[in-house]
């Protein structure tokens, strides 16, 4: 649906520094299949809202290919550059634009009624697609409001309502539900999702949330300045993170420094640590001797009291340093030697410091990334 080839976009740099120029995109590819919510996720600075912009035609890329549903939109080696008002798309952006002088009913309604008369909806029609996604952003009570009277929250969604009401084959929306409190960014969270699945909406979506980014893709892209470092489903970019950097960004994770001693059978290593050794899977294959790092989630680390008598791969000795409780789990520091791990568990399993500990590392809970050497 959306093919992005070898894209490549920069800025000039600072006043004094005009010839170092700034690569906000660089040599980015992906697919996004029709019907996908496709999430660009990374800290702030990567280059999420400049490949947006790059799709939506607000900014001129220095090099690559962008086609949408087969239709190119821009190729730097064929010389094609469609304007933004040539391609179609829906847009939300991060600094979202209402149209003062109309009511909410009336900024919905308007991209509709404007269009040509062979593709316009009938009146009733117009009328339902608007109620429905008005109802959807919860605004629907708000109909008859004089768009400028809307808070900060209720504009940015006025403005994801006024993009999904058009039913555009891609929607690109840039951080949309930033402006929300947290349990309204929650609840629009999911009615954003089953409307873009219902009306089968293909969408880029930009955030730097991670507990977004896993609850609502299909698939994620973690971008790290103006590469990505990862892309796939929300559940392999959790618990298969390919380096440290995405374990960091999406969650808290241990890692531990370790060598692969063998391969044992398929996507199987043994890892041997400072600590002792442990059990770690990969998909991506290790040669013997490789310097590694086991990562391992805190709420995937298990934890029984006493020690065990001798530590055998993947179940090791530790003293609970500090547990502290936080409502729905207890996390616990546990020391190894001068290790220092996480442990999260059910509230019901809490350990006072100073105790000795068994902790167990699931084999397949453990993701092997390429350590540096
Ligand atoms: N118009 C511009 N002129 C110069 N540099 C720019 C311009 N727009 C973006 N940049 C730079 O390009 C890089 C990528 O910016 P971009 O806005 O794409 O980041 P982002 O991932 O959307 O970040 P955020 O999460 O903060 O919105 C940054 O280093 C930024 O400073
Ligand atoms: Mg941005």
């Known amino acids: 649906m959306l093919e992005i080839t070898n894209l490549r976009k920069t800025f000039p740099g600072s006043k004094r520094n005009r010839s ?6 660089d040599e980015v590819s992906l697919t996004v299949e029709q019907g996908e919510l496709f999430t660009l996720l ?3 600075g990567c280059g999420k809202t400049t490949t947006l912009r790059c799709v939506a035609g607000l900014e001129h890329p220095e090099a690559g290919e962008i086609a949408v549903g087969g239709r190119t939109l ?14 179609g798309l829906g847009m939300v952006f991060q600094s979202y634009a209402i149209w003062p002088h109309m009511n909410v009913l009336k900024n919905v309604a308007f991209p509709l009624e404007v269009l040509p008369r062979s593709r316009r909806p009938s009146r009733k029609d117009i009328r339902e697609r608007v109620e429905r996604v008005l109802s959807v952003v919860q605004l629907g009570h708000l109909a008859d409001r004089q768009a400028t009277d809307l808070s900060g929250g209720q504009q940015q969604r006025l403005a994801l309502a006024r993009a999904l009401v058009m039913e555009p084959p891609l929607l690109l929306l840039d951080e949309p539900l930033s402006n929300l409190d947290a349990k309204l960014r929650e609840e629009m969270r999911y009615e954003l999702k089953r409307l873009q699945r219902d009306l089968h909406i293909t969408a880029v979506y930009v955030t730097h949330d991670q507990v977004e980014a896993l609850a609502m893709s299909n698939i994620i892209a973690v971008m790290r300045a103006g590469n990505i470092e990862q892309v796939g489903r929300p559940r392999e970019i959790y618990d298969r993170p390919s380096s440290r ?3 960091d960004f999406i969650g808290t ?10 391969g044992e059978g398929e996507d199987v290593y043994l890892v041997t ?9 990969s998909s991506v294959d290790f040669p013997a001797n490789a310097k590694v790092v086991v990562s391992i989630r805190p709420e995937h680390v298990e934890l029984d009291k006493g020690a065990t008598a001798v530590n055998s791969a993947g179940k090791w000795s530790g003293t609970v340093q500090t547990r502290a409780f936080l409502g729905e789990s207890v996390d616990h520091v546990v020391s190894v030697g001068d290790l220092e791990l996480r442990a999260r568990s059910n509230p019901s399993v809490s350990i006072p410091p100073d105790t000795d500990v068994t902790l167990t590392f699931p084999e397949t809970m453990c993701s092997l990334i390429p350590g540096d050497d």
């Open 42 to 44: 990374g800290p702030s």
């Open 20 to 25: 170092q120029r700034v690569v906000a995109v």
């Open 273 to 281: 640590t400072d600590h002792g050794e442990m059990r770690a899977t």
């Open 253 to 262: 994770s241990n890692f531990i420094n370790g060598t692969i001693k063998r």
């Open 74 to 87: 821009f190729s730097s080696t064929d010389g094609i550059r469609l304007r933004a008002n040539e391609r």
């Open 245 to 247: 950097f995405v374990a």
